[in-house]
Nanobody
Framework: QVQLLDSGGGSVQAGESLRLSCAASGDSINYDCMAWFRQAPGKAREWVAQTLVGGDRTYYMDSVKERFTISQDSAKNTVYLQMNSLRPEDTALYYC????????????????????WGRGTQVTVSS
């Protein structure tokens, strides 16, 4: 079993930055996929970024590619999402999620493929 604790959300102005953290505990997460999803009120949950834990493969949704960076600190068993140049449309509840057994390095953009979830951290961007 794995427990995920996501944090780092807040309220910022457009153009500012936030860094989200997802700390994993329990089993090893090496070679699993960690992703960030977000869900705005009244909208479907959407995949934002993904990384292979212990590897260097990363993926992003198109609208965040030049602004967000997913990274990891294996010593801390933590994955980060650095969000720069935030826009009001980035406002959402952000969740980290873990998919076990991800050595193939493929993209997994559907929430149904993930086995463990954090509780979410709210990001609000005002114009």
């Amino acid at each position: 079993q794995v427990q995920l604790l996501d944090s780092g959300g807040g309220s910022v102005q457009a153009g500012e930055s936030l860094r989200l953290s997802c700390a994993a505990s329990g089993d090893s997460i090496n070679y699993d996929c960690m992703a960030w999803f977000r869900q705005a009120p009244g909208k479907a949950r959407e995949w934002v970024a993904q990384t292979l834990v212990g590897g260097d493969r990363t993926y992003y949704m198109d609208s965040v590619k030049e602004r967000f960076t997913i990274s990891q600190d294996s010593a801390k068993n933590t994955v980060y999402l650095q969000m720069n140049s935030l826009r009001p449309e980035d406002t959402a509840l952000y969740y980290c999620a873990l998919r076990r057994g991800c050595r193939d390095g493929n993209r997994y953009p559907s929430y149904s493929w993930y086995h463990f979830w954090g509780r979410g951290t709210q990001v609000t961007v005002s114009s």
